[in-house]
């Protein structure tokens, strides 16, 4: 699917833009202009839902009541898609009709790339595991509903942990059930990562933080010998919940711990085209929003970035604070103070 238009009423910066897209779209203008504000509207038509905030109210422009955006979309169907967005509410409407947010996930896969994954090599290892599930959830729609399902069973073993020693029966049920689903979660982590990995960066996957095999046998055994350990402690101490990887440069170092900033962005970047490539693979390609990947690269990685954008076969948008970076095959959109507007070279 691709979006061919866009109208922005009232929401962030912007009073009221419409802006028709082509297959490959830049957006250039300094900082607080409204760049991130426009990838936030596309992906909001997509995913029902921000990528910045919880509070959709929040998008609505300062000193307004109510706003909307609308996107025109064209590909297997044509959609027209609505978010009215009201201090406490929002209504989603596709081709005119009401709809649930479940009913439009799905519809335009959608998939953004933002700065602050950047943190992925050297922040917390929620950051990586969330970004593993950013990416399998999208790939893989049994992966989502394996993962929630792993979500509830966790709730409800931490419930009877919390109870102490009486609840070693419970535990040890809910610990059957979490074999099976930790198994699907943990070999499709593993073959991500599997894939993701080369010589330049080699990724190694701690399940559950540790070295340890996927494998029924050796899964089992540590979650049962674990058991008593967690009563004491009175939560889980064993999971896909506590996963993690690192990425090493040849020699076997961490980036997380000796990466330049412009490096950590490169290795980003090359994680990402490698999951671009996954996608590609498939017949619904999602449109790709990709915000600021291009600030401290220098001029040889920054060009090799462009390239392989303009390679991708689907659509794709991008912001940049320096207009050099546009090369001539995107279709470059001047944003400044809330204002877009079309720039020819
Ligand atoms: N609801 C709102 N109403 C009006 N302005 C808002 C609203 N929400 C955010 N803003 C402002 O809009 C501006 C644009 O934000 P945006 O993140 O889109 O800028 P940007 O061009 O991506 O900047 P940068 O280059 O720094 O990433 C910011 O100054 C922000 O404070
Ligand atoms: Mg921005």
Known sequence: MRIRFLEANNFRRFKDVEISFGEKNAFFGPNASGKTSILEAIYMLCWGKSFRTLRDSETIRWGENSGYIRGEFEGEDFLNIRVSLLPSSKRIQINGKNATRMSLIGKIPVFFLSPEELSMLDGPPKMRRDFLNKVLSQLDKDYLSNYRLYLKLLREKNAALSKGGRAIRVVEIINERLL?????????????????????????????????????????????????????????????????????????????????????????????????????????????????????????????????????????????????????????????????????R
């Open 180 to 344: 099976k689903v930790s198994l699907y979660i943990w070999e499709s982590r593993r073959k991500l990562l599997s894939y993701l990995s080369d010589d330049e960066m080699k990724i190694v996957y701690k399940p559950s933080g540790m070295r340890i095999e996927i494998a029924l046998d050796s899964v089992k055994k540590a979650l049962h010998g674990l058991v008593d350990k967690e009563i004491k402690r009175g939560y889980a101490l064993f999971g896909p919940h506590l996963d993690d990887f690192d990425v090493l440069r040849e020699g076997g170092f961490s980036y997380r711990r000796f990466a330049s900033r412009g490096e950590r962005k490169w290795v980003i970047w090359r994680i990402f085209s490698k999951i671009i490539g996954l996608f590609e693979k498939r017949e619904r390609l999602p449109i790709f929003l990709v915000d600021e990947i291009l600030s401290e690269l220098d001029g040889v990685k920054a060009n090799a970035v462009m390239e392989e954008m303009s390679a991708i076969r689907a659509q794709v948008f991008f912001t940049t604070l320096n207009k050099e970076h546009v090369r001539g095959d995107f279709r470059a959109f001047e944003v400044k103070d809330g204002e877009i507007r079309g720039y020819n």
